[in-house]
């Protein structure tokens, strides 16, 4: 496809469960990330993947989440665990190189919920 | 503490007429900013983007202004039109931070609507 993919669209999750939610950044695209978006708020930065390389997580909010892209295309941000205050939409964005002043192209988001 | 601001929650603006959505910074380190539009329940998509070595940047209808001194920039819309209406949301981040790209840092966002 064209612009970055995320799936699934739409999560619902029971406190304490495990997710596991996928993003396809655009093709050949260096540089993916992950932010978490709570109701009425901006997107806030999560992680930073280089290819295959995790180089930032200082925004993983806790140690139950975990980020991956073992073959630096698709990324996997994993939620163990999950508690009420994880509900939010969690947004994937890439970009075409390494570096900063590159625009970041967004998906449309999971929005997670957990009861 | 919000890095970055955006005081307003939602602006109406009638059709035809200038939008100007504002947005302040407090950290020195950014020299890279940028506009979002956000239709609901998609993500965010680039709109304009503005480098501290300039003070202006047009993009049709869109402009960004850029005052340094006073951490402060705004992106006009003239004249808006309809499907402007959307979430703006302003973002900064360091031009060039070296040890590869940095995430973004955000504003709120603020609601446009345009009024026919």
């Known amino acids: 496809g064209a612009g970055v993919s995320q799936s699934p669209r739409y999560k619902v999750a029971k406190r304490g469960q495990d997710v596991a939610l996928r993003c396809d950044p655009i093709s050949g695209h260096v540089s993916l990330f992950w932010y978490q978006q709570a109701l009425g708020q901006g997107p806030e930065f999560l992680t930073y993947f280089q290819n295959e390389a995790q180089l930032d997580k200082s925004g993983l909010p806790s140690d139950r989440f975990f980020a991956e892209r073992p073959e630096g295309s698709v990324s996997t941000l994993k939620i163990q665990r999950t508690q009420q205050e994880d509900s939010a939409v969690y947004l994937c964005?890439?970009?075409?190189?390494?570096?900063?002043?590159?625009?970041?192209?967004f998906g449309p988001g999971t929005r997670l919920t957990v009861t | 503490d919000q890095q970055v601001k955006q005081n307003s929650p939602s602006l109406s603006v009638q059709e035809g007429r200038i939008s100007i959505l504002n947005c302040d910074y407090t950290?020195?380190?950014?020299?890279?900013f940028l506009w979002y539009k956000k239709y609901p329940a998609e993500g965010p998509t680039f709109l304009i983007s503005i480098s501290s070595i300039k003070d202006k940047n047009e993009d049709g209808r869109f402009t960004v202004f850029l005052n340094k001194s006073a951490k402060h920039l705004s992106l006009h819309i003239v004249p808006s039109q309809p499907g402007d209406s959307a979430v703006y949301f302003c973002a900064a981040n360091k031009e060039y931070s070296g040890g590869g790209a940095d995430g973004l840092t955000f504003g709120k966002g603020t609601h446009l609507i345009i009024q026919p």
């Open positions: 964005a890439s970009t075409k190189n390494s570096d900063s002043i590159y625009e970041q192209y």
């Open positions: 950290n020195s380190m950014f020299d890279y």
